[in-house]
């Protein structure tokens, strides 16, 4: 007994050290291009629509948020329109803009990556 809790323990340990790494996996791909110059939101964001690469719908670009959390890799957070932006999105929220308080929904940037032009 005291041999089987000397090999569980350690797998167990490193089961749930490891567990929030997994968990940033977890999420949808996207990449394309800037399609409207990024708006600021009052809670701590950017409101980014990108034209899809994979070339879904052009009429219909899909909206994004980067946050404050978002890992964000050298060349920043999206800053200007035709940027290249390619990363991972994971749950539905919301940019709050201007007052009276309006809101625009998109997936939250979890992993993002933007090219200088």
Not at 61 to 72: A, K, M, N, Q, R
Request: hydrophobic share 45%; with cysteine.
């Amino acid at each position: 007994m005291r041999h089987l809790r000397q090999i569980l323990f350690p797998i167990l340990l490193s089961g749930l050290l490891g567990m929030p790494f997994y968990a940033l996996a977890f999420g949808l791909s996207f990449g394309g291009r800037v399609s409207t110059l990024p708006l600021p939101c009052l809670n701590g964001g950017l409101y980014v629509t990108v034209l899809s690469a994979r070339g879904i719908d052009p009429l219909f670009p899909e909206p994004y948020i980067w946050t404050l959390g978002t890992i964000t890799f050298l060349a920043g957070p999206p800053t200007h329109l035709g940027q290249k932006i390619l990363g991972i999105a994971d749950i539905p929220y919301v940019c709050v803009i201007s007052s009276p308080p309006y809101s625009l929904p998109g997936l939250r940037m979890q992993i993002v990556g933007t090219s200088l032009i």
